[in-house]
């Protein structure tokens, strides 16, 4: 970046959404430097970009009156993009607008944008490019000397070959050029074809030589090929995202004031490019009409490819981080009609924060059952789809998803997550819409003895009051002198209802008990003053930071007590984060079920395509085991309540729960769950104890 000293006062221009935005003076009490910045377009990417670099560099330059100016420079072709994103981060340059597959070699989780058939339309893009998953992404290239300034449209992606693609065999053994993308070179092999990385100025050299059979682009990049004879079929099977990002050194370099002015600019660009590129990508479908003959994808070969790439997201799950995945797969749905010729099953969980583990496990439960009831035809006829938002534990959040379910008219039932706050908060509003909700992880006892009558809501998971029982005697095993660790909200005082009335039915009081708050920061005293009081044994009722800090407090201790834990621990990684204390402290949590040891043919069967979906190896690698088998085994009995009620309707719905006669799950036979007005499917005989081992819970009995 060049700047220069000059004398005076400058004009400060405030950018609008209009292309020539109105004027707002501003008149500082100080001299001003100019600046020339340098902004690049990555191998010259196309005229859309060009039209909105010129009309950043106006609108920047207007801003700022003329004291920062943008020169667009053209990049030898001789180099890469990788090298001339090094010129950015060496301050060569100063800006740059490249595509955010060439940035998976600094920033992995960038590849979440090439995910095949993550963006349904126009709409589902533009929201994903304003979301706060776009925020992180733009932030992760803070640690790569990058700074990310916005996303723009590439539009989207089309396959070019060199002979018709009709069926899925019609990819096997053919050549596709790709850019540098572990996704892409993932979504290729899944659809039976070979990858080539070639730089895109050389796709059309590579056609010509026959050392390609096909590449994936753009109407607006195919209309730029030069090559006569190719096949064009229209899939929008991916999605082509543009980053553009600066230099943090020509950045801070600018006075603040002119910091405000290239964001506001870039802000303005960026709505401004979207519109262009929309237009574009329209006139360029219609150049590419008049020269070759564009095919339209058939349904079943759309449908083929989604089914064998599905898989890809779970697979980099864990590379991309489950928030984010979380995050860009609500933000690119359309809530407003999500999935319209489907039946839906909505999950309200904490899918990005601290327990997102939790969330994550039900979700994958869903997933299993679903994929299995699918191949079976669906229900009712219709294909049933999963559809997922997000409550980080909050009540006020777990309403509003709520609100948002409750206007999709072909939902039959809401999964609840982790949170026993969260659901208690729900009940009221969802039996004001008669809306069937289903929990396998919450735990209070008054999420099902809730005082509706109809009652709407099921549970195939752990009830508080039974909970306590169990938890007593485990102990007891150990000691009577019981101490009570207690997280103060509606899980914590469900629990120690159960607690106190089943230690005052054995004439036993509580050693002591401290109660504390959710987010408390330092619990140690509290911890002290339990092992003061005599407690040789803590029944722990809270979730994983809050317990990581507890044991992080015992054991500073040289002998201290044993750990009894409710499972609110386990829908996180609170294993990896408290792996030393967990060297030194006896700790045994509540579970109902393991895959580990657990030889019944249905565990077999569904660990077998687990392994196969979310790329694990053995049974250890399976998290938050009992979340998945719960959230696996109520949606084959909603399935079976659906089918007997032959509608849509969750009131109809609701009745056939009620009388469900019975179901081989994975959990056990269920006979009669929910007869009588009992909703709880699960008793005390269902209940474990598992241990940690190098970070996974290992039952202390095996499960049959």
């Given at each position: 970046m060049k700047?220069?000293?000059?004398?005076g006062?400058?004009?400060?221009?405030?950018?609008?959404?209009?292309?020539?935005?109105?004027?707002?003076?501003?008149?500082?009490?100080?001299?001003?430097?100019?600046?020339v910045?340098?902004?690049?377009?990555?191998?010259?990417?196309?005229?859309?970009e060009?039209?909105?670099?010129?009309?950043?560099?106006?609108s920047?330059?207007?801003?700022?009156?003329?004291?920062?100016?943008?020169?667009?420079?053209?990049?030898?072709?001789?180099?890469?993009?990788?090298?001339?994103?090094?010129?950015?981060?060496?301050?060569?340059?100063?800006?740059?607008?490249?595509?955010?597959?060439?940035?998976?070699?600094l920033?992995?989780?960038?590849?979440?944008?090439?995910?095949?058939?993550?963006?349904?339309?126009?709409?589902?893009?533009?929201?994903?490019?304003?979301?706060?998953?776009?925020?992180?992404?733009?932030?992760?290239?803070?640690?790569?000397?990058?700074?990310?300034?916005?996303?723009?449209?590439?539009?989207?992606?089309?396959?070019?070959?060199?002979?018709?693609?009709?069926?899925?065999?019609?990819?096997?053994?053919?050549?596709?050029?790709?850019?540098?993308?572990?996704?892409?070179?993932?979504?290729?092999?899944?659809?039976?074809?070979?990858?080539?990385?070639?730089?895109?100025?050389?796709?059309?050299?590579?056609?010509?030589?026959?050392?390609?059979?096909?590449?994936?682009g753009?109407?607006?990049?195919?209309?730029?090929?030069?090559?006569?004879?190719?096949q064009?079929?229209?899939?929008?099977?991916?999605?082509?995202?543009?980053?553009?990002?600066?230099?943090?050194?020509?950045?801070?370099?600018?006075?603040?004031?002119?910091?405000?002015?290239?964001?506001?600019?870039?802000?303005?660009?960026?709505?401004?490019?979207?519109?262009?590129?929309?237009q574009?990508?329209?006139?360029?479908?219609?150049?590419?009409?008049?020269?070759?003959?564009?095919t339209?994808a058939s349904?079943?070969?759309?449908?083929?490819?989604k089914?064998?790439?599905?898989?890809?997201?779970?697979?980099?799950?864990?590379?991309?981080?489950?928030?984010?995945?979380?995050?860009?797969?609500?933000?690119?749905?359309?809530?407003?009609?999500?999935?319209?010729?489907?039946?839906?099953?909505?999950?309200?969980a904490?899918?990005?924060?601290?327990?997102?583990?939790?969330?994550?496990?039900?979700?994958?439960?869903?997933?299993?059952?679903?994929?299995?009831?699918?191949?079976?035809?669906?229900?009712?006829?219709?294909?049933?789809?999963?559809?997922?938002?997000?409550?980080?534990?909050?009540?006020?959040?777990?309403?509003?998803?709520?609100?948002?379910?409750?206007?999709l008219?072909?939902?039959?039932?809401?999964?609840?997550?982790?949170?026993?706050?969260?659901?208690?908060?729900?009940l009221?509003?969802?039996?004001?819409?008669?809306?069937?909700?289903?929990?396998?992880?919450?735990?209070?006892?008054?999420?099902v003895?809730?005082?509706?009558d109809?009652?709407?809501?099921?549970?195939?998971?752990?009830?508080?009051?039974?909970?306590?029982?169990?938890?007593?005697?485990?102990?007891?095993?150990?000691?009577?002198?019981?101490?009570?660790?207690?997280?103060?909200?509606?899980?914590?005082?469900?629990?120690?209802?159960g607690?106190?009335?089943?230690?005052?039915?054995?004439?036993?009081?509580?050693?002591?008990?401290?109660?504390?708050?959710?987010?408390?920061?330092?619990?140690?005293?509290?911890?002290?003053?339990?092992?003061?009081?005599?407690?040789?044994?803590?029944?722990?009722?809270?979730n994983?930071?809050?317990?990581?800090?507890?044991?992080?407090?015992?054991?500073?201790?040289?002998?201290?007590?044993?750990?009894?834990?409710?499972?609110?621990?386990?829908?996180?990684?609170?294993?990896?984060?408290?792996?030393?204390?967990?060297?030194?402290?006896?700790?045994?949590?509540?579970?109902?079920?393991?895959?580990?040891?657990?030889?019944?043919?249905?565990?077999?069967?569904l660990?077998?395509?687990?392994?196969?979906?979310?790329?694990?190896?053995?049974?250890?690698?399976?998290?938050?085991?009992?979340?998945?088998?719960?959230?696996?085994?109520?949606?084959?009995?909603?399935?079976?309540?659906?089918?007997?009620?032959?509608s849509?309707?969750?009131?109809?719905?609701?009745?056939?729960?009620?009388?469900?006669?019975?179901?081989?799950?994975?959990?056990?036979?269920?006979?009669?769950?929910?007869?009588?007005?009992?909703?709880?499917?699960?008793?005390?005989?269902?209940?474990?104890?598992?241990?940690?081992?190098?970070?996974?819970?290992?039952?202390?009995?095996?499960?049959?």
């Amino acid at each position: 970046m060049k700047h220069t000293l000059l004398f005076g006062v400058f004009v400060m221009l405030l950018i609008g959404c209009d292309r020539q935005p109105d004027s707002q003076v501003v008149n500082p009490e100080q001299d001003a430097e100019s600046f020339v910045l340098k902004l690049a377009l990555a191998n010259a990417t196309g005229s859309t970009e060009h039209k909105a670099a010129k009309f950043f560099a106006s609108s920047l330059e207007s801003a700022t009156q003329g004291n920062v100016t943008v020169e667009l420079v053209s990049t030898s072709s001789r180099l890469s993009e990788r090298e001339v994103i090094a010129q950015v981060q060496q301050n060569k340059l100063d800006i740059i607008i490249t595509s955010a597959s060439k940035l998976s070699h600094l920033v992995p989780e960038m590849q979440i944008l090439d995910i095949p058939f993550l963006f349904e339309d126009n709409a589902a893009v533009q929201r994903a490019y304003e979301s706060s998953a776009a925020r992180t992404l733009l932030s992760a290239l803070d640690e790569q000397d990058l700074k990310g300034l916005a996303f723009w449209k590439g539009g989207f992606k089309q396959l070019i070959t060199t002979a018709p693609l009709s069926s899925l065999s019609d990819f096997k053994n053919r050549r596709f050029r790709i850019m540098e993308s572990l996704v892409l070179r993932e979504q290729f092999e899944h659809w039976g074809s070979t990858t080539v990385p070639i730089a895109s100025n050389h796709v059309a050299d590579a056609f010509a030589k026959k050392a390609i059979d096909g590449a994936e682009g753009t109407f607006v990049n195919i209309a730029k090929l030069g090559v006569d004879n190719l096949q064009i079929t229209k899939t929008n099977h991916g999605y082509l995202s543009l980053v553009m990002m600066m230099s943090p050194s020509s950045f801070d370099s600018l006075p603040s004031i002119y910091q405000d002015a290239l964001l506001e600019a870039v802000k303005a660009t960026t709505q401004h490019q979207y519109s262009l590129a929309d237009q574009e990508g329209e006139n360029a479908y219609s150049a590419v009409n008049r020269k070759w003959t564009i095919t339209q994808a058939s349904p079943h070969l759309i449908g083929k490819m989604k089914d064998v790439s599905k898989t890809i997201l779970e697979r980099n799950r864990m590379i991309f981080g489950t928030a984010l995945v979380e995050q860009v797969l609500q933000t690119s749905q359309n809530w407003k009609a999500p999935h319209p010729d489907a039946l839906l099953v909505a999950l309200d969980a904490d899918l990005t924060n601290l327990s997102a583990l939790s969330g994550l496990a039900i979700r994958r439960g869903i997933e299993l059952a679903l994929d299995e009831i699918n191949a079976q035809g669906g229900l009712l006829g219709k294909e049933v789809k999963l559809v997922a938002r997000d409550n980080s534990m909050v009540p006020s959040r777990g309403i509003d998803n709520i609100k948002t379910f409750a206007k999709l008219p072909n939902l039959i039932a809401v999964f609840s997550g982790i949170s026993s706050p969260v659901a208690l908060a729900e009940l009221d509003l969802l039996h004001q819409h008669d809306m069937l909700m289903l929990v396998p992880w919450a735990a209070a006892t008054p999420i099902v003895d809730n005082g509706h009558d109809p009652n709407f809501v099921f549970r195939v998971s752990v009830r508080d009051e039974y909970a306590a029982e169990f938890l007593l005697d485990g102990a007891l095993d150990v000691s009577p002198n019981i101490g009570l660790m207690l997280v103060n909200n509606g899980w914590g005082r469900s629990n120690y209802e159960g607690l106190t009335n089943a230690m005052a039915e054995r004439d036993l009081p509580p050693a002591h008990l401290e109660w504390f708050d959710w987010g408390e920061k330092d619990i140690s005293s509290k911890t002290t003053r339990l092992i003061e009081r005599g407690a040789e044994v803590i029944i722990y009722v809270g979730n994983p930071v809050e317990g990581q800090k507890f044991l992080a407090a015992l054991a500073t201790h040289p002998t201290p007590p044993v750990v009894i834990s409710h499972w609110g621990i386990t829908g996180s990684e609170f294993a990896q984060q408290a792996a030393r204390e967990l060297e030194k402290i006896d700790l045994r949590v509540l579970q109902t079920f393991s895959f580990i040891n657990n030889d019944s043919p249905i565990a077999t069967s569904l660990a077998k395509r687990y392994h196969h979906q979310y790329n694990t190896l053995s049974a250890t690698d399976i998290f938050a085991p009992s979340g998945t088998a719960h959230a696996y085994d109520l949606m084959h009995l909603l399935a079976q309540a659906t089918r007997k009620a032959g509608s849509s309707d969750m009131t109809k719905i609701r009745q056939e729960m009620k009388n469900l006669d019975q179901h081989k799950g994975v959990m056990k036979r269920y006979q009669s769950p929910f007869l009588s007005g009992q909703q709880d499917a699960l008793t005390p005989e269902d209940y474990i104890f598992s241990f940690y081992k190098n970070g996974m819970l290992h039952p202390i009995r095996s499960t049959n």
